[in-house]
């Protein structure tokens, strides 16, 4: 019963948090100066009908509540709108989607591999030159932004060492995601090791690991068993709201690395000024970004008695 | 509670740090005067660009020849030309004013949103909080970037003014709710008690003892937000949202080296090297204050 309770108070949470941030992004969006309906035609002049038209078609001339409430409620029932130009919101990302989950996916697990390695190995070495000259790696390199990273990756690994496709997808998975992935799973690895490292050495200091030494048990079962299986319960949850921020993340690679992907379609639409096709793309990034934290949370509460009561 | 006659090992050692002064501490970090050094250094830039752009002989960066587009280095300018033919070095030296000058002001402006908003929550009533602590949550539940792209690509004017605004108005959160944690914990003091037994009001105790009591750590946040603000800038501008065509800026400078990376790498390298070197010794300030005054941080 308190499980559920917990999980009700997560979702109004969710809900809360979904509304805002939709409603921020739609009043940003429409109450900013930028006319959509003139950026649409260009140099041209267009007639008054024809504004008047796509403005009655567009509940444009609508005060912005009305506008708000009649987009929420399409996207309840999964209708992201249509773009100035009638094409579906939800069908131009639909073929987009599966570029940018492969990416963020192969980034996450780059992320998980080299943040765990890199986290055991400190934790287990801490206080020593290999502790701090990994700390100082990992913190120089999520300090470098993206962009710089991503093209010093083409010059070097692209075209001076020719190993991997400069830009585009034509290799397909996995030659032609490596280099963007590895760009973006650099950025945030400072965050995960560091999280490994601090709840590997809680764990090794805490009595429950010192039994186990106790009872003789070898050092490899004890870290590899004991410590290891405590110690992922918060480098789990922060992987998971992780994976909502390489969704965010890939706007800038997609772009650099040509990936036809939902960050690089968010890109240009900001740049046509396509308001529903960015606040479409943007709310659908965030749903996501909020469903997996949901999720996450809840899982949380079922594999942690602690969290239940707090 | 057993556990309460042990102290932890850890935590011995932050204490006497504290009494021994944070301060002098820091100053026997080489890592911190080495990143100070070279801050030093891109600050001087920053504030007064002329001498410094001038060291080779060609201060100016308008001063551009097409005929010069690309080339690489020549008498007198050792680091070559970029697209437009003018000189990199003064384009990199006069780059450096934007990006500190965008990084502070928007840290400011977070800094300030945090402070008042996080001591509104930890002082006030119950609705204050809640309603605070709802509003941080509605703006931390979505990517910076992808807010800032949005704002920023409404907007019509887009210079060093504005893009600092927006970041800074998007940048709050994470200090806020680290400012109400740290007002509610130290509101619990004996001494804010006995400043309200005396019947000070609850604005001169926030001001005098609250607030000196509850900042810091927000104030070490507030260290690295400034290289991430530096980096939000240059992402930005490289996407071509944030500052544009008259003004110099590194994140311009990027932005137009990448379109010609195959062929001339070497107008891309001393712009990424000076951002990346400034959000570098930034964050590594932020980090040696942080381990110094943070005693959960030292291990």
Known sequence: MRLFL????????????????????????????????????????????????????????????????????????????????????????????????????????????LGLAIGIVSALKRGTVI?????????????????????????????????????????GWPVSYLLPALVIALFGLASVSRLVRGSMIDNLEADYVRTARAKGIGESRVVGLHVM?????????????????????????????????????????IRNHEATLVVGISTALIVIFLLTSLVVDALHALLDPRIRRA | MPNATVPKTTTIPAVRARRAGAWRLLARRPLFWVAAAVLGVIVAFALAPAPFAGIFGNGDPRACDLADSSKTSAPGHPFGFDLQGCDIWAGAVYGAQSSLAVGLLATAISLTLAIVLGALAGMGGRVVDWTVSRVTEVFLGFPFLLAAIVVLNTLGVRNVLTVSVVLGVFGWPMMARLMRGSVRSVAKADYVLAARTMGLGTGRIVARYVLPNAVQPVLLLATLT???????????????????????????????????????????VLPSVMLALTVLTIVAIGEELRSVFDPRERR
């Open chain 1, 6 to 113: 917990t999980i009700l108070q997560r979702f109004a949470g969710f809900a809360l948090v979904f509304v805002g941030v939709t409603f921020i992004i739609y009043l940003t969006v429409f109450s900013l100066p930028g006319d959509a309906v003139r950026a649409l035609a260009g140099d041209r002049q267009l007639p008054q009908s024809v504004i008047d038209a796509i403005n009655a078609r567009y509940l444009l001339d609508q005060p912005l509540w009305v506008q708000y409430t009649n987009y929420l409620g399409n996207l309840l029932r999964g209708d992201l709108g249509v773009d100035l130009t009638g094409r579906s919101v939800a069908d131009q990302l639909a073929t987009r989607w599966p570029v940018t989950i492969t990416l963020a996916l192969t980034a996450w697990t780059i992320q998980l591999v």
């Open chain 1, 131 to 171: 502790d701090r000259g990994l700390l100082v790696v990992t913190i120089a390199l999520s300090c470098i932004p993206v962009f710089v990273l991503g093209i010093t990756a083409q010059i070097v690994f692209g075209v001076r060492l020719d190993w991997l496709p400069v830009a585009g997808i034509r290799d």
């Open chain 1, 229 to 269: 299986r405590n110690s992922l319960i918060p480098t789990a949850t922060f992987l998971a709201t992780d994976l909502g921020f390489l969704l965010g993340g890939a706007v800038v690679i997609e772009g650099i690395f040509n990936l036809p992907g939902v960050g690089n379609l968010l890109f240009s639409a």
């Open chain 2, 226 to 268: 400034v290289g991430a603000v530096i980096v939000a800038e240059s992402t930005l501008t490289y996407l071509g949202i944030g500052l544009s065509s008259p003004a110099i800026s590194w994140g311009l400078q990027i932005a137009a080296g990448s379109r010609v990376f195959q062929t001339s790498p070497h107008v891309l």
